[in-house]
């Protein structure tokens, strides 16, 4: 852009046209396509948080309704044939996997002792893995738009700045009235990347918390659940 061009665009601003959309608007077309990601950004976070929190709170709900169902003294049989006819997550879907492991030991032409122990543990291992990967979905999109998104607002600022130091040197007046709407153009960029950065850092601790207390009860639970088919294991030799 030439200078002279960047000192009429700036110099008919005062400070009564300081609005967050005058500011966009007489931005610099780099600043405004950084504006425009760092708003995009903003809202992609959002959006995850809001799925998150519903997959978080209804993947807790379901973990409580399985544990009451599994300790209230139903037959593990039972409880598997009310399970295995429909997907499940989480807790449900890790009693499944051992189960459904349990069942092609046993009710086979062939049974097999040897190792079962060892396989039910290591399909719950991988069922465990699988459900954390599925709750950790996306994350990274939190934690990239949280380290990043003040340095891409900082890259805002800085090239409104130059600009504004162009519109300085075009018009040859170092006023207030002339300095003062591109500063505020180039601070824009840098508060947007702060509204995307800041919710994005706090959700992705939050969730990554989250993530770890549902994946120490999953593995609380496959131990527990360990136990009791190595105790079943053991009466059937």
Request: net charge neutral; hydrophobic share 50%.
């Amino acid at each position: 852009m030439n200078p002279a061009d960047v000192a009429q665009s700036v110099l008919p601003m005062t400070s009564a046209d300081l609005s967050l959309f005058t500011l966009f608007w007489h931005a610099h077309w780099i600043v405004k396509a950084v504006m425009l990601g760092l708003l995009g950004c903003s809202i992609w976070v959002w959006a995850i948080a809001i799925d998150k929190i519903v997959l978080y709170s209804r993947s807790n709900r379901a973990m409580d309704r399985f544990e009451q169902a599994f300790w209230s003294g139903e037959s593990l049989d039972e409880l598997y044939r009310s399970l295995a006819a429909r997907p499940a997550h989480s807790m449900a879907a890790l009693f499944v996997a051992a189960m459904r492991e349990w069942k092609r030991s046993f009710d086979g032409p062939h049974k097999s002792f040897a190792g079962l122990q060892m396989r039910i543990d290591k399909v719950m291992q991988v069922t465990i893995a699988r459900e954390i990967e599925r709750l950790e979905r996306r994350l990274l999109v939190l934690a990239t738009v949280g380290s990043a998104g003040p340095f891409v607002g900082l890259f805002g600022t800085v090239w409104g700045i130059m600009t504004s130091f162009q519109s300085i040197a075009a018009s040859k007046n170092t006023s207030l009235a002339v300095v003062a709407p591109g500063i505020a153009e180039a601070l824009f960029a840098t508060a947007i990347g702060l509204v995307a950065a800041i919710p994005a850092t706090i959700f992705y601790n939050k969730f990554a918390g989250e993530v770890n207390k549902q994946a120490q009860r999953l593995e609380g639970f496959a131990d527990e659940f360990s136990a009791i088919l190595s105790r079943q294991i053991d009466e059937r030799e």
